[in-house]
């Protein structure tokens, strides 16, 4: 199993639907789990963290099922201005500190 | 301030060349990382620094060598680079080499080897 998978889309949803994510990571021990946005040819960003079951923020929704090993991000009210890859990010189970970043999943918002 | 800086933002270099990567942060953040990003690829790791020593090298090429003067400043210089290394090289930095909190990146600089 890979550290980390997601599915790469792209997603292509209208402006206002709402969208999710999901991501699976093989490291069980993990304690911190990220969802970092990344716009075309620019550097990724931290888009929320995620250390206990879920967090959220304003539009964004992250939740964590420790049991089936996945988070997911949930996106409501999607707006054209997110439009961009998502990459998940989850420790690495070699405990070196290393975080590893899935493949990123790409969302398309459409008028 | 809470960013993390890279120069120069682009940069072209012949394979002869030897040029050099510049990062700086000023969070005191411990733990230094740069990452090589290929076109709708993730990035991918190639060295760590941990309190300023060298604790990850992804068996990278050593025409890539890393360097860290002191905790806030971390060097990757280049040198006889093939076409196929042209990329995004990205500094990140984090609390300390745990990755607990996330990293925070650069803006990155852009490598075109001609």
């Known amino acids: 199993r890979k550290e980390v998978e997601q599915d790469p889309g792209p997603f292509n949803v209208p402006e206002g639907a709402t969208v999710a994510f999901n991501c699976t990571y093989s490291?069980?021990?993990?304690?911190?789990f990220f969802w970092y946005r990344q716009d075309c040819r620019k550097e990724p960003k931290l888009l929320m963290s995620?250390?206990?079951s879920g967090n959220e923020d304003g539009r964004f929704t992250a939740q964590l099922n420790r049991a089936s090993q996945y988070i997911s991000l949930l996106i409501r009210d999607s707006k054209l201005s997110d439009s961009a890859t998502y990459l998940c990010?989850?420790?690495?189970?070699?405990?070196?500190?290393?975080?590893?970043f899935g493949q990123g999943t790409t969302l398309q918002v459409k008028p | 301030d809470t960013e993390v800086t890279q120069t120069p933002k682009h940069l072209v270099m012949g394979m002869t060349n030897k040029k050099s990567l510049k990062c700086e942060q000023h969070?005191?953040?411990?733990?230094m990382y740069w990452y090589k990003q290929k076109a709708k690829k993730p990035p991918e790791l190639m060295f760590v620094?941990?309190?300023?020593?060298?604790?990850i090298n992804e068996s990278v090429p050593s025409r890539f060598s890393p360097e860290c003067p002191n905790s806030s400043l971390l060097n990757l210089h280049l040198h006889a680079l093939q076409p196929e290394d042209s990329a995004l090289y990205l500094c990140?930095?984090?609390?300390?080499?745990?990755?607990?909190?996330?990293?925070?990146f650069g803006s990155g600089t852009r490598l075109t080897v001609v």
């Open positions: 990140a930095s984090s609390q300390n080499g745990q990755g607990a909190y996330g990293y925070t």
């Open positions: 995620v250390y206990s």
């Open positions: 490291n069980s021990a993990s304690q911190s």
């Open positions: 620094y941990s309190y300023e020593k060298l604790s």
């Open positions: 990010v989850v420790p690495s189970s070699s405990n070196t500190g290393k975080l590893i």
């Open positions: 969070m005191g953040h411990r733990a």
